[in-house]
């Protein structure tokens, strides 16, 4: 069986305060000293970006910027904006916002958002006045993977 402990009283003045927290707080470390237990940052070379444009034999525009961010972007601009629409398809730029990484004829819904929540894949599609915009971003080791259901999207739609 449990013995009941007796109920020890605490002070609560400032002073008695500040005591115990500064025999548990340790002291503060310098900003210029390494934090312990916390594995030194390596430094990353200051690559500068690097910009490359590549005309495909189809007439396809590449873009492409080297950095050292971690993150890494794609996107496809699709030169079909609202000032490109004939007066009878008014808003089908709008319209495919709206179908942006759906379905495809290879994938369902289901399975393309699965995919990119599973690699942290974020993914917008925006039309504007000239172009329907559609990019992802994710980390660098997950391009491949995030590209492939980009060029999905953009070349199977469903």
């Given at each position: 069986?449990?013995?009941?402990?007796?109920v020890?009283?605490?002070?609560?003045?400032?002073?008695?305060?500040?005591?115990?927290?500064?025999?548990?707080?340790?002291?503060?470390?310098?900003?210029?000293?390494?934090?312990?237990?916390?594995?030194?940052?390596?430094?990353?070379?200051?690559?500068?970006?690097?910009?490359?444009?590549?005309?495909?034999?189809?007439?396809?525009?590449?873009?492409?910027?080297?950095?050292?961010s971690?993150?890494?972007?794609?996107?496809?601009?699709?030169?079909?904006?609202?000032?490109?629409?004939?007066?009878?398809?008014?808003?089908?730029?709008?319209?495919?916002?709206?179908?942006?990484?759906?379905?495809?004829?290879?994938?369902?819904?289901?399975?393309?958002?699965r995919?990119?929540?599973?690699?942290?894949?974020?993914?917008?599609?925006?039309?504007?006045?000239?172009?329907?915009?559609?990019?992802?971003?994710?980390?660098?080791?997950?391009?491949?993977?995030?590209?492939?259901?980009?060029?999905?999207?953009?070349?199977?739609?469903?």
């Amino acid at each position: 069986l449990f013995r009941a402990q007796p109920v020890r009283s605490f002070s609560t003045s400032p002073s008695f305060l500040w005591k115990v927290l500064h025999q548990v707080v340790p002291q503060q470390i310098p900003v210029t000293e390494p934090f312990p237990g916390v594995p030194e940052i390596k430094e990353i070379d200051n690559i500068k970006p690097s910009k490359d444009i590549t005309t495909l034999t189809n007439g396809v525009r590449v873009v492409s910027e080297n950095s050292s961010s971690q993150v890494s972007s794609a996107g496809v601009f699709v030169q079909s904006g609202s000032s490109h629409e004939a007066a009878d398809v008014r808003g089908s730029s709008h319209f495919l916002q709206h179908l942006g990484f759906h379905s495809t004829h290879t994938q369902s819904h289901f399975k393309i958002v699965r995919d990119l929540e599973r690699i942290g894949s974020a993914t917008c599609v925006q039309p504007s006045r000239d172009n329907i915009i559609y990019t992802t971003e994710c980390l660098r080791k997950y391009l491949p993977e995030t590209f492939a259901i980009l060029a999905d999207t953009f070349i199977n739609p469903a």
